[in-house]
């Protein structure tokens, strides 16, 4: 059973996101825009209890914070993504999720690069354009309060097993 971690931020200040996932990614249906923390992983000696205990720890080091959204670009691999801004807080996060149980993952398996996808390969021709021309000229800002566990099932179906809360003060 694959596992993963993600950030799923509140996207209703910005609707063009679901808009334009709901057109060209086929994961819109199963899965919330999302910024994946750990890619899906499957460790089948750690427990789903295990998993939340430890994603609720390293929850509580953190408080909730922004990320900037630049504009949409297509990747090395043909996605289509909104790039995350540099964000230090970003990538300790990922870093410290993958210790205690998950520390059998590498966190450099893929380099980090924090992004939400709009669009999954194939892409027609015209695809970026399309997005590009749909999406909003200023600065997109999303909080980051949350991190959540999912468990994707056959059909890549997602179940939540938990949502944890950024430590509103963290030291």
Same mark, same amino acid.
């Given at each position: 059973?694959l !596992?993963?971690i993600h950030?799923i *931020?509140?996207t209703?200040? %910005?609707?063009?996101?679901? =808009?334009? !996932?709901? %057109?060209? &990614?086929w994961?819109h249906?199963?899965?919330?825009?999302?910024?994946t923390?750990?890619?899906?992983?499957d460790l089948?000696?750690?427990?789903?209890? &295990?998993?939340? &205990? @430890?994603?609720q720890?390293v929850?509580n080091?953190?408080?909730a914070? &922004?990320v900037?959204?630049?504009p949409?670009?297509?990747?090395g $691999? $043909?996605?289509?993504?909104?790039?995350?801004? *540099?964000?230090?807080?970003?990538?300790?996060?990922a870093?410290r999720? @993958?210790?205690?149980?998950?520390?059998?993952?590498?966190p450099?398996? !893929?380099k980090?690069?924090?992004?939400? +996808?709009?669009?999954? *390969?194939?892409l027609a021709?015209? +695809?970026? =354009?399309?997005i590009?021309?749909?999406?909003?000229s200023? *600065?997109?800002?999303l909080s =980051? $309060?949350?991190? +959540?566990?999912e468990?994707?099932?056959?059909?890549? !179906?997602?179940?939540?097993? =938990? %949502?944890l809360?950024?430590?509103?003060?963290?030291?």
């Amino acid at each position: 059973m694959l !596992r993963g971690i993600h950030i799923i *931020p509140d996207t209703s200040l %910005c609707p063009e996101i679901e =808009a334009l !996932r709901q %057109c060209f &990614d086929w994961l819109h249906p199963f899965l919330p825009a999302h910024i994946t923390l750990v890619f899906p992983f499957d460790l089948p000696g750690v427990s789903d209890e &295990d998993l939340i &205990d @430890h994603c609720q720890r390293v929850a509580n080091e953190f408080m909730a914070f &922004d990320v900037s959204l630049l504009p949409p670009e297509r990747s090395g $691999d $043909d996605h289509c993504w909104l790039p995350v801004g *540099p964000h230090a807080l970003l990538d300790k996060l990922a870093a410290r999720l @993958h210790g205690g149980p998950l520390s059998a993952l590498s966190p450099h398996r !893929r380099k980090f690069m924090p992004h939400i +996808t709009l669009a999954r *390969p194939p892409l027609a021709a015209g +695809t970026l =354009a399309a997005i590009r021309a749909f999406w909003p000229s200023g *600065p997109v800002v999303l909080s =980051a $309060d949350s991190i +959540t566990l999912e468990s994707i099932h056959a059909g890549q !179906r997602s179940e939540v097993l =938990a %949502c944890l809360a950024l430590h509103p003060s963290a030291c």
